[in-house]
């Protein structure tokens, strides 16, 4: 594996690859990797001739109140799990690499953000658009693998994809569980004993809402308040939303005949644990985002 | 000459060129070609294995007030000069194929925006930022030629291409002259017989700025009054604006200790002229843009 710290190499890399016809698989991260991360890489792997990994903690997508400096880092493990995940290019650009001057060009995106995760994080995803389009001008991707956990981020990534027409086909994993269906996350080591056991029904409350939409309930309504019960019933954290949306559109629906996301976040004491499920009109697991 | 229609078959085309290792240069246009489109085109034809010009007239950069359905169009004629001109493919999208949905995302520059032409025209130039994304993926061009009597244009492409990290070289052509040095426009024209003697004096007034410039005046303020004087004294238009600013960054100077531009645009009665020099600290024309 090979490490690369500057734009200007990545790039006449990617540029060399794509020359000689190779098919470019990419995994863009913040690191800290866990098992949802490596699996991404595992699946791009398989996928393509040459997988390139970027770990950059991107500034413009965390807001003024939210803590760019203290976002968890460790690049001796991530370093040594890419490379064991079969990484050909890690791309580690620093901060004033990706941003050598102020950014003339603001992107910014009104649907699908201020909904779920992105309501409570204004601007957070025209800061995702921005460092996305720098990255995947920089390692040209023919495929790029984002994991389904995080569902509104790969919603807008689509958008990026199809407004823009890059050359790009987007890959959404599926979300990688714990053996009692918690999804992975680096959140859950923040849980204690009693959380833990607790938030394994944030995925066993979709899961009933799962059910509802197989057994032919149509009301959003409906399903989103027996979620809630669940919850409420069995998780001492606070419920931040319950909310079930179109998908990847994420507009309110008035019934479930289209595809649709249920997700749910939760406040634990140390942690904010997040969890959703993609269905289609019979209520089947969307296990490939399409 | 190929004509494509579909962004799908320009793309597919544009990847299969770039699998070849074909070095394509790119010419966008709004059609209605001068000698100033066709110098673009033969210039991209010397510098590389494949040009591929598109003609799209774009609604998203022109205003609620400016006249998208009266942008003079000729397509036939067009086609024909292409073909002369040695293009190999001429991309002609509709707008329902550039724009099947409305756009989600936003593009949006503050700076280098409003001076010039792109102080008459708010939001201009965010559409030019979403249209050249979108062409530069579907044509994945190594070299794009824009022509520098649009010089606020390059300076808002070089900013698109440095700050999202395309992979494509920028190349602005000098400005195509008449034989008496007023610069070609389609809209010259629209000139009357008195107003196209005039319409000379709106390149003599620059060249004398740049001669001030050469003789060491360093006061921008200075040289713009003098301009205006000639500009006054010859010409019956109606001088719209004279500007000085620093080149690409189109700020305001202090001094003439750097690279400038020198930019004029008249109304005419039936026609508005622009024209620029831009300059190095020495007073030297910069005829190509670095």
Redesign the interface.
Known sequence: MQIIRT?KEM?LI??QL??E?KQIGYVATMGYFHEGHLNLMKQARKENDIVITSIFVNPLQFGPNEDFEKYPRNKEKDTREAEEAGIDYLFLPSVDEMYP?K??????????VNVLCGNSRPGHFDGV??VL??LF??V?PDKTYFGLKDAQQVAVVE??I??????IKLIGVPTTREADGLAKSSRNVFLNEQERKEAVWLYKSLLHGQQLVVDGVKNPDIIVKEVHELLREHVSGKVDYIEMLSYPDLLPVLDTNQNIILAAAIYFEEARIIDNIILNAKGQIKSQFE
């Open positions: 734009v790039q990617s540029i794509k020359n016809q001057d950014q003339l060009i603001k992107m910014h995106m009104e649907r699908r658009l921005t389009t720098k001008h920089i040209l958008a990026l199809r407004d823009h027409n890059f050359p």
